[in-house]
Each structure stands twice: as C-alpha cells, then as structure tokens.
C-alpha cells in the first residue's frame, strides 16, 4: 500500500535558523499538499503541488515537488517562533481518490 | 465562511462502551472525510464520502466502527465497543471537488 514518510521526525532549531523537512512516497503521486498543525490544533492547508519539478513560495516557506513526483520538501528561512508545530506533507496517489498523510515533522523554535 | 463543525469536543469512555461523534462539513462541500489521529501520528483516513456515498473505507475496522451520512450533509462516526487503542483525535474534514481538505477541530477520545 501507499506510504508517505517524513524526516526529521523533529527538530529544535534557533530562532532565525533555517528548517527544512523532507516527504518521500512508496508511489508516484498525482499532487502533494502540505498542512501545519499547531500544538493542539488540527491542519491546516498551506500549499498544494502537481507539476513535476513545481517550486512554489509563500513568503518565508519554500515548496519543492520531485522530477519523479514521489518526493516534496518544505524549507522555511530565518524560523520565527509562530513557525511551531508539526508540518505534514499529504499525497494524492495516481488514480486515487483520498490523501495519504505522512508522519509529520514536529518543529520546535527556541527563542 | 463558517467552518467545519464536530461534537463533542472531549469524550472519555470506558473500553467496551460505545460512542458517537458528530461532523457538520462546510455547507456546498461534497466530500466528507473521517480521519483517526493517534498522538505523534498523521491522520489516517478512516472514511470518505461522496455526498452520502462512500467513496474508500478501506482503513476503517468494520466490526466496531460504523458511519453515515444519511442525507448528504451531516455524518457520526460510531464505534462499538470502544478499545484502548481506540484513543485519538477524530477529525472531520471537507472538500468542494479537488479543493484541499478543510478540518473540524475535531473530538478528542480517551478510552480507559
């Protein structure tokens, strides 16, 4: 079946360093969305990619999907502390019709 | 836009009772979608509706989990008899056609 993972599974950083989370899939993927979930909270969309190669930036956060369309990434420059919480990265399979999240990336920023 | 609304927030049981969770998804959103969030976990898709059908509910342990929507708009999720390993963070989330996931702020299960 379909796996997504993520790693790191966390990382603590400084306030100001740079982040960044890695998505790889067992199977190539149509789209991959990316979701952040603070601490207590439940996801929330950031971004969505579908062309091969697609980098897309919102501000601080820069998005990356594969050649292969089987792995993504999200960076995040000079981390603030609102940057807290786990960010997931969630595949749509080819010919599929449901996400398939991965295990999330839990970031902690440190003042 | 109003978001997507789930009762009860918390719920504690005991193992082997049962319990049911309400989702009322945005209004004009099709697609409904139960997911299981275990702590330190992703989601994981229980069921998804297409309007009242069911689209995949592959993942879903039929022989104590159940759910409906009857009408096309509101959905429960049951579960009968409840287990420990039950105990999670049930979301409800919706979607207009291919747009991203919208998500409940969910209801909070403990099984003791």
């Known amino acids: 079946g379909q796996q997504v993972m993520q790693i790191p599974q966390y990382q603590h950083v400084q306030e100001g360093e740079d982040f960044t989370t890695y998505c790889n899939s067992s199977?190539?993927?149509?789209?991959i969305q990316w979701y952040k979930q603070r601490p207590g909270g439940h996801p929330v969309f950031l971004i969505q990619l579908v062309k091969s190669g697609e980098v897309k930036k919102q501000k601080r956060l820069t998005f990356q999907f594969g050649e292969a369309k089987k792995n993504s990434s999200l960076h995040i420059t000079a981390t603030q502390t609102t940057d807290v919480g786990t960010y997931f990265c969630a595949g749509l399979g080819a010919g599929a019709n449901n996400l398939f999240f991965g295990t999330g990336t839990r970031l902690t920023v440190i003042p | 836009e109003a978001g997507v609304a789930q009762s009860p927030r918390y719920k504690i049981i005991e193992k082997r009772q049962s319990v049911a969770f309400w989702c009322n998804p945005i209004s004009g959103h099709a697609t409904l979608y139960w997911y299981q969030q275990i702590l330190g976990q992703g989601p994981k898709l229980l069921i998804q509706?297409?309007?009242?059908?069911?689209?995949?509910d592959s993942q879903l342990p039929k022989d104590r989990f159940s759910a409906e929507r009857l009408k096309g708009v509101d959905s429960t999720l049951k579960i009968q008899p409840a287990k420990l390993e039950d105990s999670a963070v049930y979301l409800c989330a919706s979607s207009f056609r291919d747009s991203p996931l919208h998500f409940g702020n969910g209801t909070r299960l403990t099984v003791t």
């Open positions: 509706f297409q309007n009242n059908g069911v689209v995949d």
């Open positions: 199977t190539t993927l149509s789209n």
